[in-house]
């Protein structure tokens, strides 16, 4: 068994793959973090949007490197550590699981702190990307056309 196991699926995720990834005898304790879509995002100004379902794009052979990666070095960081990273793609609606990440180690302190670290590093550093549907059309999360960030003072809905 490997000390670092990761994949992007299609198909629904499964909590007990990721803790059988991670699971042996030396392990005293295994955290898991899942992800799910929820039925809103907060704006800006705090309002609440409601969302009706997600779609996540990436580019596999390069999120799976570097999810990879991340994890090997967390393994290198956190010594007795095994960990797991599986992250869907395609569509989900509300409530569906997008990514499940787990953690072992002899003790609970290293589990629960590199269960963290993993969720956190994959959301920073992965190229996956979060399209959000709802009732007022769909957008892509977190990702501004750089051709309107350089021109801040130009009318872009097509107009003059």
Request: aromatic share 8%.
């Given at each position: 068994?490997?000390a670092?196991?990761?994949?992007?699926?299609?198909?629904?995720?499964?909590?007990?793959?990721?803790?059988?990834?991670?699971?042996?005898?030396?392990?005293?304790?295994?955290?898991?973090?899942?992800?799910?879509?929820?039925?809103?995002?907060?704006?800006?100004?705090?309002?609440?949007?409601?969302?009706v379902?997600?779609?996540?794009?990436?580019?596999?052979?390069?999120?799976?490197?570097?999810?990879?990666?991340?994890?090997?070095?967390?393994?290198?960081?956190?010594?007795?550590?095994?960990?797991?990273?599986?992250?869907?793609?395609?569509?989900?609606?509300?409530?569906?699981?997008?990514?499940?990440?787990?953690?072992?180690?002899?003790?609970?302190?290293?589990?629960?702190?590199?269960?963290?670290?993993?969720?956190?590093?994959?959301?920073?550093r992965?190229?996956?990307?979060?399209?959000?549907?709802?009732?007022?059309?769909?957008?892509?999360?977190?990702?501004?056309?750089?051709?309107?960030?350089?021109?801040?003072?130009?009318?872009?809905?097509?107009?003059?």
């Open positions: 068994m490997t670092a196991f990761v994949a992007l699926r299609t198909e629904p995720l499964s909590v007990d793959e990721a803790i059988a990834r991670v699971g042996h005898a030396g392990a005293g304790a295994v955290s898991v973090f899942v992800g799910m879509v929820r039925d809103h995002r907060r704006e800006p100004d705090g309002s609440l949007q409601p969302v379902g997600l779609e996540y794009e990436a580019y596999t052979t390069m999120a799976e490197a570097e999810m990879r990666r991340i994890a090997e070095d967390i393994v290198r960081e956190i010594p007795g550590v095994r960990l797991a990273a599986i992250h869907r793609t395609g569509w989900l609606s509300v409530g569906g699981v997008a990514v499940v990440c787990a953690a072992s180690a002899p003790h609970r302190a290293e589990a629960f702190g590199a269960c963290r670290e993993l969720i956190d590093r994959i959301k920073a992965v190229p996956i990307w979060k399209r959000e549907h709802g009732p007022g059309g769909a957008f892509w999360v977190g990702w501004e056309d750089a051709r309107c960030a350089a021109y801040p003072d130009h009318d872009h809905t097509g107009g003059s």
